[in-house]
């Protein structure tokens, strides 16, 4: 059976891109608190891409 918090990750992982490990890390931090959780997803989640932008996507062999 599927505990709260890891349904609460999953959703989390579907809706903003962010890893399963950073959604599950984000719950253990935050809680099961939805608005707090999606917050900071998003800004996980804008901080990788701009992390993107800033160095290129990566080189394809």
């Known amino acids: 059976m599927r505990t709260r918090r ?3 990750s999953q959703r989390l992982v579907e809706q903003t891109g962010i890893t399963e490990a950073q959604a599950h890390e984000l719950a253990l931090l935050i809680g099961l608190n939805w608005n707090s959780l999606m ?3 998003k800004l996980l989640a804008a ?11 990566p080189a394809e062999d």
């Open 6 to 8: 890891h349904r609460s």
């Open 47 to 57: 901080g990788a891409r701009a992390k993107l932008a800033q160095i290129g996507p």
């Open 39 to 41: 917050r900071e997803a």
